[in-house]
């Protein structure tokens, strides 16, 4: 495996474990949306373009925006 798949895949480990420890929904939709563009890169590097191109249109593009749209609309609830 070459190292810079290593190095994605362990930023996308990290990316994950902030992800946990967040309380802020806000800051967790910007999380996920760089550890999907990471995992984007990371199908690239193992020849999938086709995946990879999905992989950063919807679900770093499109889920992050609706994600940040629900937020916005219903605010931060802790129940």
């Known amino acids: 495996m070459p ?3 290593v190095i ?19 800051k967790a939709a ?5 550890m ?7 199908f690239y590097l193992m020849s999938a373009p086709d995946l990879a191109i999905t992989q950063l249109a919807v679900n770093a593009g499109i889920s992050t925006a609706l994600f940040v749209y629900v937020i916005k609309k219903c605010g931060e609830r802790y129940e």
């Open 3 to 5: 190292v810079l798949s």
């Open 8 to 26: 994605i895949l362990a930023i996308c480990i990290i990316l994950v474990a902030f992800l946990q420890r967040t309380a802020d929904l806000l």
């Open 30 to 34: 910007v999380i996920l949306a760089i």
């Open 36 to 42: 999907n563009v990471f995992v984007g890169l990371y």
